[in-house]
């Protein structure tokens, strides 16, 4: 310290009082960093998550933290800021955050009449906003404020101030910032407003909630400020300003609703791969569709329309009609698990292709008994109760016949089924898969819409299962299925040329004829589609689902109460909607035509008719790899008939046989009538021209 003894009393009173301002510079610029930094964090929580489509449509402005509606914006009109700094604040330019002059007259208001004449900068009202101080003004406010904004001039440029400015202003009717008030308001962006419509929103600033913009009060405070301003305004400019509008559409789109119950993990904005557009027209052809006659006794429905390859989700639509208070219009039926009926069939005769069966391969259409884990006899019936006979697995999955698929599933081995859904789809079902048993031939597998439309793209996508996506630009942009485990990658869960057998049968819609008639809503003047349709017990649900390369869309229609619809199937209710969606999109930009691949498989002669397989097939052997080599086809064993008047027993063998009943002979034929004459235990024996017996015992009880 000898150089201060060296320095003399003046030199000393310089050095103190340098050393003091050093101080009190760094404690103010640490001081005013503290508060800066208070400042930007209660500014940035008031910027709205916004959601958006594909095309940058807004899908939906979430609240911000004080529950207003609010899209910052880096790019202030220049007009808006001239008129703005005109009405509020002059010399926002020159002074350092606060007006001497005004901040003295207002003071001075205050001594003689006990009330402040208005003195705020455009920096103290923004502080005043952000520090939410609005409703509470007193002289310790003030000076906490004064303190806030000059630390807010200390740290951002002038331009910034006026941006967080414009970006936190309420307008009224929770419209927050410059921009949501310009399209809540008008419709617009703020770049494009005129100076009537800028005046109208500068008018509301002062009492927002009493001067909304539009209103008479707010138009004949704008028109002042125009003659203050001396500005001459079109008298056409000031009748089109309409009074602030009731529902403010330009903070949630027709597609709101559904993204609301995907639970979505984004950033404060985000960018989908849902079309509002395309949403919000599927949903007029969903209530249409459901308010017609035809569809009566059906008051909901759902549809996915994902585009391929990629997997994005384009449209989500969960109910007709959100807005309605009617039953079941506020559930999202998209992600609600329901019957799918026969739609599980694709799935289940992919792995019966797998394991060697091929569409020319032969099963039995005839009545079959099947003995369950749970101890109950089970007997499949086909929907229209009828018996087909020998039939190809190519018209029993295009005909949708149910014995067939029972045995298709029953070839396939439930054990080999369940761990593909289990281990190469990541299915988590309901109940465990184990609990359904052969019953999932039938369609008693519950799936959400959105789940199992994902699932079905492995048929277009040449059996790989891709992630689901729906995000554009976030480090994770899948969304994992309601009912799925989340993939990130995408895996083979099919083999290619199984996968073309599946698309060249629901691509044939010649031999479902039989079933779906000539003239039906599957039916499409295209070639280049697959669909299955899908109807759960009692008529509760209806399905269809179909794809071509390009997109796909799945269908649902039934009630979310559960009440059974009035016998409409899959044909008759879902395949109605999904046949005017694929118009939609067939006329669409995501429509490429792009053909299937069917370049693994060959045309095989099957009879008098072409079938498919693949090369070295060995024909012979595989077309009747699942005929079972049952004599007796009917009765059963263990069967139980109750004995009354008129009572037969029908015989039916596979081939011409000889009847014996408790080793007495009856009759020679394929098919006949027994007539029971008694109660008791009874031994059907049948025994071929080759020698080849079968018996089985029946019960005839009294009661």
């Known amino acids: 310290m000898l150089w201060a003894m060296k320095l003399s009393k003046k030199q000393k009173y310089w050095a103190v009082s340098g050393l003091i301002l050093i101080g009190l510079f760094c404690a103010w610029q640490t001081l005013s960093t503290k ?9 940035i929580i ?3 998550r916004v959601v958006y489509d594909r095309t940058g449509t807004i899908i939906e402005v979430n609240p911000n933290s004080r529950g207003n509606y609010d899209q910052f914006t880096e790019a202030i009109p220049p007009r808006v800021a001239q008129l ?3 009405k509020e604040d002059r010399f926002f330019y020159l002074h350092p955050g606060f007006n001497p002059l005004s901040l003295a007259r207002d003071f001075y208001s205050y001594l003689i009449t006990g009330r402040r004449a208005g003195s705020s900068t455009i920096t103290q009202q923004l502080v005043k906003t952000l520090l939410a101080n609005e409703n509470q003004r007193s002289w310790k406010n003030k000076i906490t404020e004064l303190i806030y904004t000059e630390a807010l001039e200390w740290n951002n440029s002038k331009k910034s101030i006026l941006t967080m400015y414009l970006n936190s202003a309420y307008f009224g009717s929770q419209s927050e910032g410059l921009k949501q008030a310009s399209l809540d308001n008008f419709g617009s962006p703020p770049e494009t407003l005129n100076d009537a419509q800028i005046l109208s929103l500068l008018a509301a600033l002062n009492s927002p909630s009493q001067n909304q913009p539009g209103t008479a009060t707010n138009i004949k405070y704008a028109k002042n400020l125009a003659n203050k301003f001396r500005l ?6 000031w009748m089109n300003l309409s009074p602030a509008l009731a529902e403010k559409s330009s903070r949630s789109s027709n597609a709101a609703f559904e993204v609301n119950s995907l639970n979505l993990n984004c950033p404060v904005n985000c960018q989908t791969t849902l079309d509002a557009g395309l949403t919000q027209n599927i949903r007029a052809i969903l209530k249409r569709d459901l308010t017609s006659q035809a569809l009566d006794t059906a008051e909901n429905g759902a549809v996915v329309v994902i585009k391929l390859p990629e997997n994005q989700i384009l449209s989500i639509v969960g109910s007709p009609d959100p807005s309605s208070p009617g039953e079941g219009m506020q559930l999202d039926m998209a992600v609600k698990p329901r019957p799918i009926g026969s739609t599980s069939k694709p799935f289940i005769y992919m792995n019966a292709f797998e394991e060697g069966a091929r569409p020319f391969s032969l099963v039995d259409d005839t009545e079959m008994k099947y003995e369950l884990a749970s101890g109950f006899d089970f007997f499949p019936k086909n929907f229209d109760g009828q018996y087909r006979g020998l039939v190809t697995l190519h018209q029993a999955l295009d005909n949708s016949l149910n014995i067939p698929s029972v045995q298709v599933l029953e070839f396939v081995g439930l054990d080999h089924f369940y761990k593909f859904m289990y281990d190469q789809m990541g299915f988590t079902p309901l109940q465990p898969l184990e609990s359904y048993e052969l019953g999932i031939a039938l369609g008693g597998l519950e799936s959400d819409l959105l789940t199992l439309s994902n699932y079905f793209t492995i048929f277009p996508n040449q059996g790989v299962l891709k992630p689901l996506t729906l995000y554009q630009e976030t480090l994770s942009p899948y969304y994992k299925d309601p009912m799925a485990k989340l993939i990130t990658e995408p895996k083979q869960v099919g083999q290619e040329p199984m996968v073309e057998l599946v698309n060249r049968v629901l691509n044939d819609r010649d031999t479902g004829v039989n079933q779906f008639g000539i003239e039906s809503s599957l ?16 008529y509760h649900d209806s399905w269809t689902m179909g794809y071509t390369p390009d997109f796909l869309v799945g269908v649902w229609v039934g009630n979310s109460n559960n009440t059974a619809m009035r016998q409409i199937t899959g044909l008759a209710g879902a395949a109605k909607v999904w046949h005017e969606v694929m118009q939609v999109m067939y006329n669409s930009e995501y429509n490429k035509n792009t053909p299937f691949n069917f370049s693994k498989i060959r045309e095989i002669q099957s009879g008098n008719t072409l079938d498919f397989g693949l090369d070295g097939d060995d024909y012979n052997t595989i077309r009747n790899i699942m005929l079972k080599n049952n004599l007796i086809l009917s009765p059963h064993q263990d069967d139980k008939y109750l004995l009354l008047p008129g009572t037969t027993i029908p015989l039916s063998a596979s081939q011409e046989v000889t009847w014996s009943v408790n080793g007495q002979f009856f009759a020679k034929s394929q098919k006949s009538f027994w007539p029971p004459p008694s109660p008791g235990t009874y031994t059907i024996s049948a025994e071929s021209s080759d020698g080849k017996t079968e018996q089985v015992t029946i019960n005839i009880n009294k009661k």
């Not at 001459?232 to 400019?237: C, M, P, Y």
């Open 46 to 48: 008031l910027n709205s």
């Open 84 to 86: 703005l700094l005109k």
């Open 35 to 43: 508060l800066n930094s208070r400042l930007q964090a209660d500014y």
């Open 232 to 237: 001459s305004i079109n008298d056409s400019d």
């Open 523 to 538: 039916n499409l003047p295209y070639t280049n589609y697959g669909v299955k349709t899908g109807t759960s017990r009692d």
